[in-house]
C-alpha cells in the first residue's frame, strides 16, 4: 500500500515562493487477524462461531469421552451420490461453509476440526468464561494445552479447545468474548499422529478441534 502526502511548504519574505512537495509512504495495512462472526455448528441453544480466519478445511468426526453430538452449519463436501442428485434436483443441502465427513468412533460429528497453518490464530468460539487451561497429551508428550470454556448463553455445556498453545493471556476465570478474545495459535501434530484433515487441505492438516460436554455437577452428599 502506498500512501500519497502532500505538504504545502512556504517560505516567507522577499523573494518567496510556495511549492507543494510530495512524499510517498510506503508501508502495509496490517493483516485482520480475528475471524468473521460465522456460525459453524449448533447443539440446543449453543452456537459455535469459527475460530480461526484464514481455515483451509472443517471437518466433523465422532468423538468419546463423554463429547456430544453437533450439527454442523453448511453443506457436506464429501456427500454421497445419491444426496448430491437429491439436492442438485430438489435443491437444499445447507448454507454456510463447505465441510467434510472425517468419520470417528463415538457420537456421529461430536468433534469438528478447523485446519489452519501452524501459529495461525485462534480465537474464542463463544462468549463465556474459562475454566480450564491443562497440557494436552498425545503419547505421553505435550502439545500445547486444552482450553475448556463454559459458554454464556448455554452454561450446562463445556467447549474444549485442543491442538493449540494457550496465549499468555488466558487463565481460569478470564471471560472471553466470541472472535474477539484470542486464546492461542495452532501446534503442530504432524509428527504425533495422522491427521484425516490432510485428505481435505494442501498441507499436512493441523486444526484447532472443538468438542462440547456437559458441565460436571456438584454431587451433595
Do not use: C
Amino acid at each position: 500500500m502506498i500512501l500519497i502526502v502532500s505538504l504545502l511548504l512556504t517560505a516567507f519574505g522577499s523573494g518567496s515562493s510556495s511549492a507543494v512537495q510530495t512524499v510517498a509512504v510506503i508501508g502495509k495495512l496490517p493483516m485482520q487477524t480475528r475471524p468473521a462472526p460465522q456460525i459453524i455448528a449448533v447443539r440446543d441453544t449453543l452456537r459455535l462461531q469459527l475460530p480461526i480466519a484464514k481455515w483451509t478445511a472443517i471437518g466433523f468426526h465422532a468423538a468419546g469421552d463423554g463429547a456430544v453430538s453437533l450439527n454442523p452449519v453448511g453443506h457436506q463436501g464429501n456427500e454421497g451420490a445419491v444426496l448430491r442428485i437429491v439436492h442438485k434436483v430438489f435443491g437444499g443441502g445447507g448454507s454456510g461453509p463447505k465441510w467434510y465427513q472425517l468419520g470417528g468412533s463415538g457420537p456421529e460429528n461430536s468433534a469438528v476440526d478447523i485446519g489452519a497453518a501452524t501459529g495461525t490464530d485462534v480465537y474464542a468460539p463463544v462468549d463465556g468464561t474459562v475454566v480450564g487451561v491443562t497440557p494436552f497429551v498425545v503419547n505421553g508428550k505435550k502439545y500445547g494445552v486444552r482450553i475448556d470454556l463454559q459458554p454464556q448463553t448455554s452454561p450446562s455445556y463445556v467447549v474444549s479447545l485442543t491442538h493449540l498453545r494457550a496465549d499468555p493471556s488466558v487463565t481460569v476465570g478470564s471471560a472471553v468474548v466470541a472472535g474477539v478474545s484470542k486464546l492461542g495459535n495452532v501446534v503442530d501434530l504432524s509428527s504425533a499422529e495422522r491427521q484425516a484433515l490432510a485428505r481435505y487441505t494442501q498441507d499436512a492438516g493441523n486444526h484447532v478441534a472443538l468438542e462440547v460436554r456437559p458441565a460436571a455437577t456438584l454431587s451433595l452428599n
